[in-house]
């Protein structure tokens, strides 16, 4: 092995000690410095109103299944636990029957046939024509994009819907067509259509069908939310790190990289205190860290021009995150409905057309005037979370823009936005009405504000062809090296994205080690 380097690391989010946790246990010294008293970045878990346990960020960990990291890590070890989510998602409709997605495939399709037969046949067939792209595709995300890899992943699919003829015209269709196409109720499509929005891009964005067909992968590796929060991922890759050796210092931000001779040499800390480091690893967004903490003269005029023209977008979605004296009980349900409906990822869309003329708003600058909605209320099955008989609701929506027409700003408008998503949950689950104890807002300002995710976008930049893969975050950065020797990439902003994933720390973690 290599002589151990001492590597510093910029923010604590879930890729950047995912990163770290590799390179400690490959015997380096490395250190992680947060600007926040919280540790986790966007994957954070907080007492906000007393006895109740708020994540902060994201909730439901999906992607970070397909990756060995848990395993690897020994994350169980060190106080990690994953509670199911199954049904992971659950569409209620005021007339019924309900739509619920589980694990199991065929219990799925059980599901869906109380709505259509039809459907229930179309999307087994869905499933099992995007299941081996998807699986190609989790992969590949797990390495740094090379044309080599791309082949190697992609040419290798078996079964009809490997990326050429027909299987690659799916693929350059937007998701909306080929929800259309393979279904034919309303209820199948929106549960489906408000599912693959979740990633950014419209209904209607080419190339974007990938954002629906990755689902069928979920049928394997489940969806799950780890018990105490969803801070408690990242809470066990620090005690990971903790026990390799590393460590973790809150409330330390990064003021600048310290480079010399073209070689990083460490970090400077708010107030002056200097790090000195062979390496450096950013979490940071990839503006923040090549524009702001690293000094113009250390990057070339171009490289800097093209990080500055990555597309970060005008955010997408705002959060509500509620405790509450009730769970949702949704029209049309029978009565004694199962709890299994509050497991997973509640769809609050009311139809295909009210996602497009949301996203029709967002695009010209306005807040939703009827908001989509994602509920999630894992006190159900999590008693960590609430004090007995209490509960926590987390509603994520969309669409919602950082820059705002007609003048207005979200400070002014938080409260009177954060009102009309309550008002979606009524109308699915009128028994709320009366029954919030507390709410926190979060705003795509507040977004920027508390985990510096420019313009409120949790993705980092936008999740569009042109910025994936070779591309994220611009072809010459996105295999997580820098121009500054020693000066690696990690976070969303980097190949694969965003989401509770991990998958670029891992990448970025064998990079950096391959390099030594």
């Known amino acids: 092995m290599a002589r151990a380097r001492q590597v510093a690391v ?73 509670l199911e ?35 229930a046949e179309a999307y087994r067939r869905f499933v099992q024509d995007w299941a081996p792209l998807a699986e190609a595709t989790f992969r590949l995300f797990q390495e740094p994009p090379t044309p080599m ?73 489940g969806a799950k939310h780890p018990r105490g929060g969803s801070g408690m991922l990242t809470r066990a890759l620090a005690r990971r790190l903790e026990s390799d050796g590393g460590a973790v210092r809150t409330e330390a931000p990064v003021e600048r990289i310290e480079v010399d001779g073209g070689k990083v040499r460490g970090l400077t800390l708010a107030g002056g205190e200097r ?32 990080v500055a023209a990555t597309r970060v977008g005008n955010g997408f979605g705002m959060a509500v995150r509620c405790a509450t004296e009730a769970l949702p009980e949704y029209l049309g349900e029978p009565s004694g409905a199962p709890i299994d409906r509050h497991m997973g990822l509640q769809l609050l869309a009311r139809s295909e057309g009210s996602v497009r003329q949301a996203y029709a708003e967002y695009l010209m600058g306005k807040s939703a005037s009827e908001p989509q909605v994602i509920a999630m209320t894992f006190s159900a099955f999590d008693p960590d979370l609430a004090p007995p008989g209490k ?31 309550l008002e979606q949950l009524f109308r699915f689950a009128p028994n709320m009405r009366g029954r919030i104890l507390h709410r926190h807002i979060q705003s795509p300002l507040d977004l920027e504000r508390r985990f510096g995710l420019l313009h409120g976008n949790v ?32 976070g969303a902003s980097t190949h694969p994205g965003g989401g509770v994933f991990g998958a670029s720390g891992l990448a970025c973690a064998r990079t950096v080690l391959r390099d030594l």
């Open 10 to 82: 910029v923010g604590s989010g879930h890729n950047a000690l995912v990163c770290a946790c590799y390179l400690a246990r490959a015997g380096h010294r490395v250190s992680v410095f947060e600007r926040s008293r919280q540790i986790g970045g966007a994957v954070c878990t907080e007492e906000l109103f007393p006895g109740f346990l708020y994540d902060v960020g994201s909730s439901a960990h999906i992607m970070i299944h397909a990756t060995p990291i848990l395993d690897e890590l020994k994350l169980a070890q060190h106080g990690l636990e994953y």
């Open 85 to 119: 989510m199954d049904p992971w998602a659950y569409y209620p409709t005021p007339d019924g029957p309900h739509l619920a997605f589980y694990r199991d495939l065929e219990k799925t399709c059980a599901s869906i046939a109380r709505v259509s037969a039809e459907d």
């Open 391 to 421: 509960h926590v609701c987390y509603l994520w929506s969309q669409y919602h823009p950082y820059a705002l027409s007609a003048g207005e700003t979200w400070d002014s408008i938080r409260e009177r936005e954060a009102d009309r998503i």
């Open 149 to 221: 890899a791309l082949g190697r992943r992609f040419m290798t699919v078996p079964g009809p819907r490997r990326p050429m003829g027909a299987g690659l015209q799916e693929i350059l269709q937007s998701y909306g067509d080929v929800i259309a196409r393979r279904f034919r109720s309303a209820p199948v499509r929106t549960a489906l259509l408000w599912l693959a929005a979740q990633s950014g891009p419209g209904p209607d964005e080419r190339a974007s069908a990938p954002f629906v067909g990755w689902h069928a992968v979920v049928h394997r590796i």
């Open 459 to 490: 993705m980092h930049l936008e999740m569009s062809l042109d910025q994936m893969f070779g591309f994220r975050p611009t072809p010459a950065l996105s295999r997580y090296r820098t121009p500054v020797s020693g000066l690696y990439l990690t």
């Open 275 to 306: 790090v000195e480091a062979d390496l450096v690893v950013s979490g940071a967004h990839v503006r923040t860290t090549l524009l702001e903490l690293l000094g113009p003269e250390h990057l070339p005029a171009e490289m800097r021009e093209d």
